[in-house]
């Protein structure tokens, strides 16, 4: 199975010294997105970074693992929310790096439906063990319960 983006840059105007970083990533379904660099790295805040994206895609595919293993649990759930966050920083090679993720995950399950502390605790920890994005990934990844 393979997968497929396209990234599309074309210069335009910018400041003496510069040039711009914003582009459009054209995934294989179709969809197209704006991106740019980070502010911090002289690009556009109103655009999708390559930071945020990769932090989507982990958070993402946390999720749809755990709602399939819940599923599989039969633990039906009515609503998950994640306000993941990335920290960058130098990995051992002293190279600019995403070097941590913080999945926070709220998971609501349907009526009636009791999971205590140490179960939902479990289903995360087989959730990021199965999450082929934090299996292709090197930074720290650390996902927070209540």
């Not at 995360?124 to 994005?133: D, L, V």
Request: charged share 25%.
């Amino acid at each position: 199975m393979g997968f497929k983006t396209t990234v599309n840059w074309q210069s335009s105007p910018s400041e003496e010294g510069e040039f711009n970083r914003d582009h459009q990533v054209k995934f294989g379904t179709g969809q197209t997105i704006e991106a740019s660099s980070a502010p911090e790295y002289k690009g556009n805040a109103e655009k999708v970074n390559p930071e945020e994206s990769l932090l989507a895609a982990l958070s993402s595919c946390h999720m749809l693992t755990f709602l399939a293993i819940a599923h599989l649990k039969r633990l039906p759930v009515l609503s998950y929310v994640d306000n993941a966050t990335a920290d960058l920083g130098k990995n051992e090679a002293g190279k600019i790096a995403v070097v941590k993720m913080t999945l926070e995950p709220i998971v609501t399950f349907a009526e009636g439906v009791e999971v205590d502390q140490e179960t939902l605790e479990k289903i995360h920890e087989k959730a990021h063990a199965n999450c082929f994005i934090a299996n292709s990934i090197a930074c720290e990844v650390e996902i927070k319960t209540s």
